[in-house]
């Protein structure tokens, strides 16, 4: 069990190296699913949990929690993660200049419903999202918190979460209507 979120941050402060060991220890885990629902990579989702935990300590000096210590760890994490995706993305986006489409064949009706495309059209889709329904919807689906813990850890109150799950349900049912029987049987957007 942690102390306080003031003593933990003082000790960060002070340069406790013991401290910043317990708190990386407690939260590392759970961090490493978050991220890993980010990013869906699971050796890229420790990368940014430890590249976030490092950021925290080597500006330590400078913390500035407005709001819980779980809560500033979950944000960290999830900016990491953002910026992570976006580095890949225009890595890849090179990537593709540069092979000058070789090799783009039209895809087939099999190749459209395979498990693989399912789940990039529902990452597609859940990216598409306002970033604060995507954040609700992906704590709720994926990091598997109750209501009552997302508003703690996003500061905000229990109904404007479930305005925001019951938004982004709507928006994935709209969005993924060509796949809503398959998602059906994953019982993903139920």
């Not at 890849?92 to 092979?99: C, L, P, T």
Request: aromatic share 8%.
């Amino acid at each position: 069990m942690l102390p306080e979120d003031s003593v933990i941050v003082a000790a960060l402060k002070s340069g406790d190296q013991n401290m910043f060991e317990k708190l990386f220890k407690h939260y590392y885990e759970r961090l490493c699913r978050y991220a890993n629902d980010i990013v869906n990579d699971a050796d890229e989702a420790e990368d940014v949990v430890q590249q976030s935990m490092i950021a925290i300590w080597e500006k330590r000096n400078t913390l500035q929690i407005t709001v819980s210590l779980k809560s500033y760890l979950y944000r960290s994490v999830h900016n990491t993660a953002l910026n992570k995706i976006r580095h890949r993305n225009v890595r890849r986006s090179y990537a593709g200049e540069q092979s000058n489409g070789f090799e783009q064949g039209e895809e087939t009706t099999a190749d459209t419903l395979s498990g693989k495309e399912l789940g990039h059209q529902i990452q597609v889709a859940i990216n598409h999202l306002p970033e604060q329904c995507r954040m609700v919807f992906k704590l709720s689906r994926f990091s598997e918190m109750k209501y009552s813990e997302i508003a703690d850890h996003l500061g905000i109150s229990p109904k404007t979460v479930e305005n925001h799950m019951g938004k982004a349900l709507k928006l994935l049912r709209k969005q993924l209507k060509d796949f809503l029987i398959w998602i059906a049987f994953a019982g993903f957007i139920s």
